[in-house]
């Protein structure tokens, strides 16, 4: 896939490591981090230690990180970051090339891309296209790849007992790729379908106008995804043959000193580094130099402009951007998080406050952007109101307000320190990592920092240099502007289009007198210095644990005002906790205006508490709320020390709001256009949208929202919450460094505000009922169909309801998609070319559980329902001919998928928390279902296949949702049969359409939904009356 991660805006929010800090009338408070000392590779052949050229051990680490690193460099010139962690589930590499599409040949964009795709799809050493993702799947693993402006990212994990043979293809991707013909001819229609996929997307859109209008002759302004027109009949114009171009791109670039490769396993240091060198050393270093760019793709030209763009979506936005040169060398100082913490600022005194008080903006963000190597952005990006469109340039002077006054304030380092503080912290006390996105993300930093910096780099800020903060605070001046104003205003009024995403703009500039006026304005009064942090934590001890403390939640309080379900963390040991509440009211999802008033409340509220919040969410602790079906949820999560005075001010808001008319206005325009800008969504989107609402109890569509929109007023908003606080159930998850008592105590505080100052009463049992699924007939299969008026490709989702969930049922149902999962990809995907997005998986909702495809495409619904059906029909013979080794293999692939232990407290939180919300209440459910995986047998699982997939199978019930073209677009897309002849020659054993019934249409929603029985609700878990965890229990005793 194609990625703007590169080009991502870095908020400056946190910052350093260090030894010892102190603040002005605070704590003294000392953190620390390691130094990893390793040896030389022991046991090592004379070869293999030729083969490394340096070793590093001096990997500084955070004190709390409890895996091993050695650094090396191989003789060919390749990095690479090894990480030893014997708990580990998971094994993980990651290998980065620091070549991106900024080095694609002028005659075919996207080829950097495209050369990303086919290295996936066979090597001398193991030819068949689907090897690699055949052997992570049976091996519960999964990977991907990307391809930035100057880096190539290919990462993968797989379980941990299966690292060599992982690594072994995985090698092979850089040292002999086929580049089959064939291949190539099927994976470009992937290239264009992911093109196709982005061409809508204002994100994409507004990135690439950004590269259209700047310098042309700059690698920065090229198109990196590719098309069909790129990469086949442009070169074919040219007399250019793409799969030399292609084994030219990888000969020239794919060279190892440019490479950086990360590897995570549970072996010690030594043996991952004779694996390395077994697998890696054979690369080739063609002595390839890095592209430097330190002419800046912003030159004289290209500032003080003013860029008008229509959106797709119905949004309003403003960007103002400077020229940067690059920051990366004063890394160890980083003066541009600096300024990003400063101008990024949401609390009293800052920009967005002035802004947001004129009614303005909605939001902003500030901070540097990386651009490339030699070349970097500074940007203010700001959400418009309608009133802030006719504003933009009263917006730029107040920016530029801003920044003359952090001139006049002169150095702070108190400032500079404070961010220091908070990235110690952060680093002290960071999350352990999911191993894939790791050793994707130690990939891709090994080519910036060196080796012993590699971990700590992103957070380091040690150095206080205010020059280096005055140099570049000095290029953010009115001679350097660039501005681009998004809006749906302007159609009509455009005189350009951007040649890839067709994008409409009109670009005009600046007039020197207003550059003038904002070269000389005054400070503004109300622009100020941020306030002290006073959400900064100070302690940090670990609660002490009972040791008979019990390993999953349990229920510690239960009334008829709330049900409190506690878990003291074994696992992670870190000064953190995760307080989880849900306030239950049906009153919130009653009707369409009901819906649309909690959605109202829940966003007047925090936009309300943002000046409050945000130095918290800065220290480390915050606060989410939301609307749901049932009410609303809030939760509090981050170091547990601070965490109390959040939670107060939080409810004492809440039980004490007022509505700010200017903002009632402003968030309800912005809600509207929300819901209006659906439209815009991925066809997919679309999809799983109109089969949740066809398949749920109860459910609002767009529409009936938008449509009670005129009774959204505020006397009826205030009305609603009086309703909305007057009953009251609340379900708890506390979980974390604390002890049962402070968890008593902070439910306490919560039950206490609500009874005493809104004088909230318990709601009903028998208002506290879940809403229910719909129950699919049997033998009978409906079609759903929708018009997508925006994309120029349709999508389905096709959906085999299995029924309520159970045991039993669970784990067949994932055994099964756990096997179907790679055939799936690569005879949908890779070998048809359906589309780019082709998904197959489990979808459960309301208890109840069923086998879904995803396929997003250019080809028409019907085509893609009838090729998903051949396929669900030849996973029969495919089930059957499994020998019992591929059977078992698969089993245990799903196991270590499952009982892969959560990395991090907010995901374990996760996990108990949507037990609770399904009041099912198994949080052991990975233990309990996994002892009953290992006794499942072939012959069951087929016989599972027989009574729900089968053509004629007795249970087999049936959704499809097709998310059509438009009628005027519609004859763009080739028809099924014209497709079908297509792909039957490329695809293998396309056996036809199966003889079924046509599935009946769907005409009314609710007509289809009121006259289908619903599915029962599904009782809270009890062991010892789940026959299947008892029969399980049974086998393995025996």
Same mark, same amino acid.
């Given at each position: 896939?194609?990625?703007?991660? @590169?080009?991502?805006?870095?908020?400056?929010?946190?910052?350093?490591?260090?030894?010892?800090?102190?603040?002005?009338?605070?704590?003294?408070?000392?953190?620390?981090?390691?130094?990893?000392?390793?040896?030389?590779?022991?046991?090592?052949?004379?070869?293999?230690?030729?083969?490394?050229?340096?070793?590093?051990?001096?990997?500084?680490?955070?004190?709390?990180?409890?895996?091993?690193?050695?650094?090396?460099?191989?003789? %060919?010139?390749?990095?690479?970051? $090894?990480?030893?962690?014997?708990?580990?589930?998971k094994a993980a590499a990651a290998l980065d090339v620091n070549i991106g599409y900024m080095c694609d040949p002028d005659d075919v964009p996207g080829l950097a891309h495209f050369c990303e795709h086919m290295l996936f799809l066979g090597t001398k050493k193991y030819p068949s296209e689907n090897e690699y993702n055949r052997y992570l799947n049976e091996h519960g693993g999964a990977s991907n790849a990307f391809t930035a402006a100057e880096h190539t990212n290919y990462y993968f994990d797989v379980s941990s007992q299966h690292l060599e043979g992982a690594l072994d293809r995985f090698a092979q991707f850089f040292i002999s790729p086929l580049f089959n013909e064939e291949s190539k001819d099927r994976e470009l229609n992937a290239v264009d379908s992911e093109n196709e996929k982005n061409l809508k997307s204002d994100m994409w859109r507004l990135h690439q106008l950004e590269k259209a209008t700047a310098d042309q002759k700059h690698p920065f302004s090229k198109f990196g995804t590719g098309n069909k027109y790129t990469l086949s009949e442009r070169p074919a114009e040219l007399n250019m043959d793409v799969r030399e171009e292609l084994l030219k791109y990888h000969s020239t670039y794919y060279s190892a000193n440019v490479m950086a490769l990360s590897v995570l396993g549970k072996e010690d240091l030594d043996s991952l580094s004779r694996l390395v060198v077994d697998k890696f050393a054979s690369v080739e270093?063609? %002595?390839?130099? &890095?592209?430097?760019?330190?002419?800046? #793709?912003?030159?004289?030209?290209?500032?003080?402009?003013?860029?008008?763009?229509?959106?797709?979506?119905?949004?309003?936005?403003?960007?103002?951007?400077?020229?940067?040169?690059?920051?990366?060398?004063?890394?160890?100082?980083? #003066?541009?998080?600096?300024?990003?913490?400063?101008?990024?600022?949401?609390?009293?005194?800052?920009?967005?406050?002035?802004?947001?008080?004129?009614?303005?903006?909605?939001?902003?963000?500030?901070?540097?952007?990386?651009?490339? !190597?030699?070349?970097?952005?500074?940007?203010?990006?700001?959400?418009?109101?309608?009133?802030?469109?006719?504003?933009?340039?009263?917006?730029?002077?107040?920016?530029?307000?801003?920044?003359?006054?952090?001139?006049?304030?002169?150095?702070?380092?108190?400032?500079?320190?404070?961010?220091?503080?908070?990235?110690?912290?952060?680093?002290?006390?960071?999350?352990? +990592?999911?191993?894939?996105?790791?050793?994707?993300?130690?990939?891709?930093?090994?080519?910036?920092?060196?080796?012993?910096?590699?971990?700590?780099?992103?957070?380091?800020?040690?150095?206080?240099?205010?020059?280096?903060?005055?140099?570049?605070?000095?290029?953010?001046?009115?001679? !350097?502007?660039?501005?681009? &104003?998004?809006?749906?205003?302007?159609?009509?009024?455009?005189?350009?289009?951007?040649?890839?995403?067709?994008?409409?703009?009109?670009?005009?500039?600046?007039?020197?007198?207003?550059?003038?006026?904002?070269?000389?304005?005054?400070?503004?009064?109300?622009?100020?210095?941020?306030?002290?942090?006073?959400?900064?934590?100070?302690?940090?001890?670990?609660?002490?644990?009972?040791?008979?403390?019990?390993?999953?939640?349990?229920?510690?309080?239960?009334?008829?005002?709330?049900?409190?379900?506690?878990?003291?963390?074994?696992?992670?040991?870190?000064?953190?906790?995760?307080?989880?509440?849900?306030?239950?009211?049906?009153?919130?999802?009653?009707?369409?205006?009901?819906? %649309?008033?909690?959605?109202?409340?829940?966003?007047?509220?925090?936009?309300?508490?943002?000046?409050?919040?945000?130095?918290?969410? $800065?220290?480390?602790?915050?606060?989410?709320?939301?609307?749901? /079906?049932?009410?609303?949820?809030?939760?509090?999560?981050?170091?547990?020390?601070?965490?109390?005075? *959040?939670?107060?001010?939080?409810?004492?808001?809440?039980?004490?709001?007022?509505?700010? #008319?200017? @903002?009632?206005?402003?968030?309800?325009?912005?809600? /509207?256009?929300?819901?209006? !800008?659906?439209?815009?969504?991925?066809?997919?989107?679309?999809?799983?949208?109109?089969?949740?609402?066809? *398949?749920?109890?109860?459910?609002?569509?767009?529409?009936?929202?938008?449509?009670?929109?005129?009774? &959204?007023?505020?006397?009826?908003?205030?009305?609603?919450?009086?309703?909305?606080?007057?009953?009251?159930?609340?379900?708890?998850?506390?979980?974390?460094?604390?002890?049962?008592?402070?968890?008593?105590?902070?439910?306490?505080?919560?039950?206490?505000?609500?009874?005493?100052?809104?004088?909230?009463?318990?709601?009903?049992?028998?208002?506290?009922?879940?809403?229910? +699924?719909?129950?699919?007939?049997?033998?009978?299969?409906?079609?759903?169909?929708? +018009?997508?008026?925006?994309?120029?490709?349709?999508?389905?989702?096709?959906?085999?309801?299995?029924?309520?969930?159970?045991?039993?049922?669970?784990?067949?149902?994932?055994?099964?998609?756990?096997? *179907? !999962?790679?055939?799936?990809?690569?005879?949908?995907?890779?070998?048809?070319?359906?589309?780019?997005?082709?998904?197959?998986?489990?979808? @459960?909702?309301?208890?109840?559980?069923?086998?879904?495809?995803?396929?997003?495409?250019?080809?028409?619904?019907?085509?893609?329902?009838?090729?998903?059906?051949?396929?669900?029909?030849?996973?029969?013979?495919?089930?059957?001919?499994?020998?019992? +080794?591929?059977?078992?293999?698969?089993?245990?692939?799903?196991?270590?998928?499952? $009982?892969?232990?959560?990395?991090?407290? /907010?995901?374990?939180?996760?996990?108990?928390?949507?037990?609770?919300?399904?009041?099912?209440? %198994?949080?052991?459910?990975?233990? &309990?279902?996994?002892?009953?995986?290992?006794?499942?047998?072939?012959?069951?699982?087929?016989?599972?296949?027989?009574?729900?997939?089968?053509?004629?199978?007795?249970?087999?019930?049936?959704?499809?949702?097709?998310?059509?073209?438009?009628?005027?677009?519609?004859?763009?897309?080739?028809?099924?049969?014209?497709?079908?002849?297509?792909?039957?020659?490329?695809?293998?054993?396309?056996?036809? #359409?199966?003889?079924?019934?046509?599935?009946?249409?769907?005409?009314?929603? /609710?007509?289809?939904?009121?006259?289908?029985? $619903?599915?029962?609700?599904?009782?809270?878990?009890?062991?010892?009356?789940?026959?299947?965890?008892?029969?399980?229990?049974?086998?393995?005793?025996?």
């Open positions: 896939m194609l990625s703007l991660a @590169r080009e991502g805006l870095r908020v400056a929010r946190v910052s350093l490591v260090g030894a010892k800090f102190s603040l002005k009338n605070r704590t003294e408070v000392r953190l620390s981090y390691c130094r990893w000392k390793s040896t030389h590779p022991a046991a090592m052949s004379a070869n293999q230690s030729e083969s490394i050229r340096h070793l590093y051990d001096n990997v500084i680490k955070s004190a709390g990180d409890k895996r091993t690193y050695r650094g090396l460099e191989l003789a %060919n010139g390749m990095k690479v970051m $090894l990480v030893s962690d014997p708990t580990t589930d270093n063609k %002595n390839v130099t &890095v592209p430097e760019f330190p002419i800046h #793709p912003f030159q004289e030209e290209h500032l003080r402009l003013r860029c008008d763009v229509v959106p797709v979506k119905d949004i309003r936005t403003m960007n103002v951007a400077f020229p940067l040169p690059d920051l990366q060398p004063y890394y160890r100082t980083n #003066p541009g998080h600096y300024l990003g913490h400063l101008i990024g600022h949401e609390g009293p005194g800052s920009l967005l406050s002035l802004l947001k008080a004129k009614g303005w903006v909605n939001s902003l963000v500030g901070g540097q952007r990386e651009g490339g !190597n030699g070349f970097m952005f500074f940007t203010v990006n700001v959400d418009l109101t309608e009133e802030g469109l006719g504003h933009v340039y009263d917006i730029v002077a107040h920016i530029f307000q801003y920044l003359e006054m952090l001139r006049q304030a002169g150095h702070q380092e108190w400032i500079f320190n404070e961010c220091r503080d908070l990235s110690a912290l952060k680093f002290r006390f960071k999350d352990k +990592e999911i191993p894939r996105n790791y050793t994707s993300h130690l990939a891709g930093i090994l080519q910036k920092y060196p080796m012993d910096h590699v971990l700590v780099a992103p957070y380091l800020c040690e150095d206080y240099e205010p020059q280096l903060i005055d140099n570049v605070l000095s290029k953010l001046t009115p001679e !350097n502007v660039r501005v681009a &104003v998004v809006a749906k205003a302007f159609e009509g009024a455009t005189d350009s289009e951007e040649q890839w995403y067709k994008t409409q703009y009109k670009i005009e500039p600046i007039s020197p007198d207003l550059i003038q006026q904002w070269s000389e304005v005054e400070t503004h009064p109300d622009l100020k210095l941020p306030l002290l942090n006073e959400f900064i934590p100070t302690q940090f001890e670990i609660k002490p644990r009972p040791e008979e403390a019990p390993s999953v939640p349990q229920c510690i309080k239960e009334d008829s005002m709330c049900k409190v379900w506690f878990k003291q963390d074994d696992a992670f040991l870190l000064p953190k906790a995760c307080l989880n509440f849900e306030f239950i009211n049906p009153v919130a999802y009653a009707d369409p205006l009901n819906c %649309n008033l909690a959605y109202m409340f829940v966003q007047l509220y925090r936009d309300a508490l943002t000046e409050y919040a945000y130095s918290a969410e $800065l220290a480390g602790v915050s606060y989410a709320l939301h609307n749901t /079906t049932y009410g609303f949820y809030l939760a509090i999560g981050g170091y547990d020390d601070k965490q109390s005075i *959040l939670l107060k001010k939080v409810l004492d808001k809440m039980t004490s709001f007022t509505i700010d #008319p200017k @903002r009632f206005t402003i968030i309800k325009e912005l809600y /509207t256009r929300a819901l209006e !800008n659906f439209k815009a969504e991925q066809p997919y989107q679309h999809a799983v949208y109109y089969t949740t609402l066809l *398949l749920s109890e109860v459910g609002w569509t767009k529409e009936e929202l938008v449509g009670s929109l005129d009774e &959204v007023t505020i006397e009826n908003l205030q009305s609603f919450m009086k309703q909305l606080f007057s009953h009251m159930y609340m379900e708890s998850l506390l979980h974390g460094n604390l002890t049962q008592q402070q968890a008593l105590d902070t439910v306490g505080l919560v039950v206490g505000s609500l009874q005493d100052k809104t004088k909230t009463r318990p709601l009903l049992a028998s208002q506290r009922v879940k809403h229910r +699924e719909v129950q699919l007939p049997q033998g009978v299969a409906h079609k759903y169909e929708r +018009e997508n008026t925006v994309h120029s490709t349709s999508a389905i989702e096709t959906y085999y309801q299995c029924g309520l969930q159970s045991t039993r049922d669970n784990m067949l149902l994932e055994l099964l998609c756990q096997i *179907l !999962n790679e055939p799936c990809f690569n005879q949908l995907r890779t070998q048809e070319q359906l589309g780019y997005i082709v998904f197959s998986g489990v979808r @459960r909702a309301n208890s109840v559980q069923g086998l879904r495809f995803i396929i997003q495409s250019d080809r028409q619904p019907a085509y893609l329902d009838e090729r998903v059906e051949v396929f669900v029909q030849k996973m029969e013979s495919h089930l059957q001919d499994l020998s019992e +080794e591929e059977f078992q293999k698969h089993v245990s692939a799903l196991v270590v998928r499952r $009982l892969d232990k959560p990395k991090k407290l /907010t995901s374990e939180t996760s996990r108990h928390w949507g037990e609770i919300l399904a009041q099912q209440y %198994n949080f052991d459910r990975d233990n &309990v279902e996994v002892a009953f995986l290992k006794t499942i047998t072939k012959e069951e699982l087929m016989n599972f296949y027989k009574e729900h997939f089968s053509w004629g199978a007795p249970k087999r019930r049936k959704l499809s949702v097709h998310v059509k073209l438009a009628e005027d677009a519609a004859g763009e897309s080739p028809g099924a049969e014209e497709q079908g002849a297509e792909t039957a020659q490329q695809s293998v054993e396309t056996n036809s #359409p199966p003889d079924i019934p046509a599935p009946q249409d769907i005409t009314d929603v /609710t007509s289809f939904k009121s006259n289908l029985p $619903l599915h029962p609700h599904l009782p809270p878990y009890q062991p010892h009356k789940d026959p299947d965890f008892v029969l399980s229990q049974g086998k393995a005793k025996l």
